[in-house]
């Protein structure tokens, strides 16, 4: 995975973001603000624009600017939480210019492990935690048992897919969907949603 695929990658991201820029709103406006899909549309977007505009040289600095990206351009929680997560799987691959499969399981864990660290999330907390733990274990799993890149990514993107809906039944223990309590059950989170959307999006780009 060189430099170009992380590009593509982001570029998907932005794509499947904008599709589902209606439907992210949708499930925020149940359980927060009302803006994620639009905040996540704005950010990605500008991604989109910044990669254009300075072309990186290596994936890792596709990821960090990507990341650093989102930090400036998105409100709420969002932006730092993404950008957090790319730019920490970013500083991981540092200057290498192909990335093995392996290696991008080691980025994934390093940006789950500085969402967990800026937002004090776990598993079970209703928080886009609970797609992207249970994608970097099934990424990993996959590398460790020797799987091809396509079967890793299809598990990681599965194990999201399957984190996010089942936050459905769960009461909300941070962000602002906790403020509701027990009024947040029965609402996929829309943090988790977009998390899978974005494993989907690098599965995507995988398989072509």
Not at 33 to 54: C, I, P, Q
Not at 110 to 129: F, P, Y
Request: aromatic content about 4%; charged content about 25%.
């Amino acid at each position: 995975m060189d430099t170009r695929f992380f590009v593509t990658w982001m570029e998907e991201i932005t794509a499947a973001v904008r599709a589902a820029r209606d439907h992210l709103t949708r499930l925020d406006a149940a359980i927060g603000d009302a803006d994620h899909g639009t905040n996540l549309d704005r950010g990605f977007s500008a991604v989109a624009e910044a990669l254009a505009a300075r072309p990186p040289a290596t994936p890792g600095g596709a990821l960090v600017l990507a990341g650093s990206t989102l930090i400036r351009k998105v409100g709420g929680a969002s932006g730092p939480l993404y950008g957090t997560a790319f730019r920490e799987a970013g500083k991981t691959l540092g200057e290498t210019p192909e990335v093995s499969t392996a290696e991008l399981a080691a980025a994934l864990e390093a940006g789950l492990a500085g969402v967990r660290r800026l937002g004090g999330a776990e598993e079970g907390d209703k928080t886009m935690v609970d797609a992207l733990a249970p994608a970097v274990r099934a990424l990993a799993r996959a590398v460790h048992e020797g799987g091809t890149a396509g079967e890793a990514l299809d598990a990681a993107a599965a194990a999201a897919e399957d984190g996010a809906k089942a936050t459905i039944p769960l009461q909300a223990r941070k962000g602002r969907a906790s403020y509701l309590g027990p009024r947040s059950i029965g609402h996929e989170d829309p943090g988790a949603a977009s998390t899978a959307l974005i494993l989907d999006a690098l599965r995507t780009v995988g398989s072509r």
